[in-house]
């Protein structure tokens, strides 16, 4: 009897701690385009293919009305030409999240992005940053939905001091005093830091020394050792440099969210329709397995982004699009594969 009370004890654990997870893959939906397909025929295609969740990068009021009722889950933009705004006074951060939030009901909002990519050094908007984030997230509160949205902020890795090896990973000391009171914020409510990681550029930028199979997932063995962890991929050394970073910035426990990773198709140096599908589908099949430091916990990635986009500026970014503007795919990607996991939280 005993035994079988063990037994059955085991299984009772083993179901509370294994489960099933989505690749928990989105795609960033940008509109600098001039012959894109309307928002409404957007979300169609996010539905036909199995693409749960989405990034935008402001408040674009078609685009949240199209979304309304079709459970694709957003993070969504406080863009930086709004920091001023919202960072200047509780009642301004509510007034936005009143016209941008909590008047869509329908919308599965995930997580606000206050910012984007802004750099430290940054007179005008940096300063911004973390007020803005707070006041953002009183908003929430302030409409009940605290329990439901993460409010955070978009970094990109070019604050990084230290990149090598992964474990020794560091902020450079001049991007401290910007960084360390949003890691504060994070940590106290909770809520992930969201990357923008691109090998790509660090591949274009130094070929000799980056090898295109490390860039794309496809190296046949381990690159880089670092003590007990190997790595195969850039992508995982790129994302363990930052882990690094934030536990030595008083971050350790914080979650680190892709919130862009792409390949372009055209238009620079590797940037070719092979090389381009052959990142995305590697990302996209990896991404439930975690890193070196934290195997296992699989890793909520964006693509960017959805479409190319033949507005932007300089030429290789008109080209990082998944799909062409007519809807066609580029690359046959698997939005909605199922891989066994731990739950962590």
């Given at each position: ?5 063990s037994l ?8 509370v ?6 690749s928990?893959?989105g795609?960033?939906y ?9 928002p409404t025929?957007v979300v ?6 199995n693409?749960r969740?989405?990034r ?13 009722g ?5 993070m ?5 030409s709004d920091l001023?705004y919202v ?18 009901p ?6 606000i992005?206050?910012?984007?990519e ?9 300063p911004l940053?973390h007020p803005a984030?707070t006041?953002?997230?009183e ?6 939905l605290?329990?439901q ?12 001091g230290?990149d090598?090896p992964?474990s020794q990973g560091?902020f450079r ?8 009171p ?12 969201l990357?923008n990681?691109?090998?790509y ?12 199979a ?10 880089v ?7 195969q991929?850039l ?10 970073a ?13 919130s ?6 055209d ?8 090389n381009?599908?052959?990142?995305y589908t590697?990302?996209?099949s ?5 890193t ?16 190319d986009?033949?507005n932007?500026?300089?030429?290789i970014e ?12 580029k ?13 962590t939280?």
């Open positions: 009897m005993s035994s079988m009370a059955l004890l085991l299984l009772v654990l083993l179901c701690c294994i489960h099933t997870t989505e928990q893959i795609v960033c940008g509109l600098l385009g001039n012959n894109l397909p309307s025929e169609s295609l996010c539905n036909s293919r693409i969740r989405m935008i990068y402001d408040p674009n009021q078609s685009v949240l009305q199209a979304l309304s079709s459970n694709i889950e957003l969504f933009g406080v863009p930086n001023q960072a200047s006074s509780r009642d301004n951060a509510r007034d936005w999240v009143r016209r941008n939030v909590a008047n869509f329908g919308v599965k909002f995930r997580y992005a206050v910012g984007n802004v750099k430290p050094d940054d007179g005008t908007l940096a940053v984030l006041n953002v997230q908003a929430i509160a302030f409409y009940g605290k329990d949205i993460k409010v955070s902020t978009s970094v990109d890795t070019t604050m990084i230290v090598f992964p560091a000391d001049n991007v401290r005093s910007y960084i360390d949003i890691i504060g914020f994070l940590v106290a409510i909770n809520a992930p830091l990357v990681v691109y090998p550029f660090s591949y274009a930028g130094n070929p000799s020394a980056i090898s295109l490390y860039a794309t997932f496809t190296s046949p063995g381990v690159v050792q670092d003590g007990a962890n190997g790595y991929n992508f995982d050394a790129m994302l363990d440099v930052m882990y690094s934030l536990e030595k910035a008083g971050g350790a426990s914080l979650e680190i969210v892709i862009e990773t792409g390949w372009p198709s238009g620079g140096f590797g940037a070719t329709l092979d381009a599908r052959t990142y590697n990302m996209v990896h991404a439930p397995r975690g070196p430091k934290r195997p296992g916990r699989a890793i909520e990635t964006y693509l960017f982004s959805m479409f986009e033949n932007k500026e300089p030429q008109k080209n990082f699009g998944v799909f062409y503007p007519n809807q066609q795919a690359y046959n990607l698997n939005f909605n594969s199922v891989q066994k996991g731990f739950e939280s």
